[in-house]
């Protein structure tokens, strides 16, 4: 993922990808890597008063991406030496790159503001939000960047009327080749149609990360409790294996 979409340039040499729609089972470091992903848009990209902003639904959705991101600068010396935050864990807020004037903040739908001019926005669960107005505002915003990226993250959901579905949708058009966009990256892990969600052998087409940050136990664990409760079978064909559902439970 990160390769391609760094990877891939325009003639004029800026980046051709920008959005990423990323659609993969829960607990496959999909978090940790859009708080990367915000690193390096922040110092490395060569924009100025560059704005990154973890997006959730909820303010402590959001919050739990930019922790990441906050560790990972407090785990770095040399980020610790350009990144000034404010507040103190587990209440900081913002980093701020003295350098260039960039910042890297969170931002929900509960508590958005207008004005934002994202270089960066990392969308986090999208399949949460129940409508598209804050990812509306954040990619309005980028209209005056050189090769700004929004970086959306989710599982799969079952609400065919959000802004989740909308853009799952259109992923799977583009990859599909019906509908063409060079800006559009798409990577989606999930069960191929007719696949039995109980069978093992499938499970890493939704799981690319099994056996580093998911465990098979764990989705052991989870297949056999949804057998045995089918309040929760939706739940975890959504969640652990990408699959859109009907109903939400």
């Known amino acids: 993922c990160i390769g391609s979409i760094y990877g891939w340039k325009r003639a004029d040499g800026l980046r051709r990808f920008r959005t990423a729609y990323l659609e993969i089972g829960k607990g ?30 909820k303010k402590e959705q959001a919050q739990i991406m930019f922790s990441d991101a906050v560790i990972m600068r407090d785990q770095s010396p040399a980020l610790c030496r350009r990144l000034q935050p404010s507040g103190k864990p587990p209440l900081t807020w913002n980093l701020l790159d003295t350098k260039t004037g960039s910042f890297f903040r969170p931002i929900s739908s509960d508590r958005k503001k207008s ?11 999208i399949h949460e939000h129940e409508d598209a107005n804050t990812v509306d505002m954040l990619r309005a915003g980028t209209k005056g960047r050189r090769q700004p990226l929004v970086f959306e993250i989710t599982n799969s959901g ?22 063409v966009d060079d800006s559009w ?14 069978d093992e052998r499938v ?3 939704a799981n690319p990360n099994l056996g580093v940050s998911i ?7 989870r297949v056999n409790e949804a057998l045995g409760m089918p309040s929760i079978q939706n739940v975890v064909r959504r969640l652990n294996f990408c699959e859109w559902t009907d109903r939400k439970s």
């Open 28 to 57: 496959n470091g999909k978090t940790p890597m859009a708080a990367g992903v915000g690193h390096l848009m922040l110092v490395a990209d060569d924009e100025p008063r560059a704005e990154v902003y973890a997006a959730a639904s």
């Open 115 to 125: 004005g934002a001019r994202p270089h960066c926005s990392l969308i986090d669960e």
């Open 158 to 179: 079952f609400d065919r009327t959000t802004v989740c579905w909308e853009h799952h949708d259109y992923s799977t058009r583009v990859l599909q080749g019906i509908h």
């Open 185 to 198: 990256f798409t990577y989606v892990c999930a069960l191929d149609e007719g696949d039995d969600w109980t």
């Open 203 to 205: 499970w890493p087409k």
């Open 215 to 221: 465990q098979l136990d764990y989705l052991r664990g």
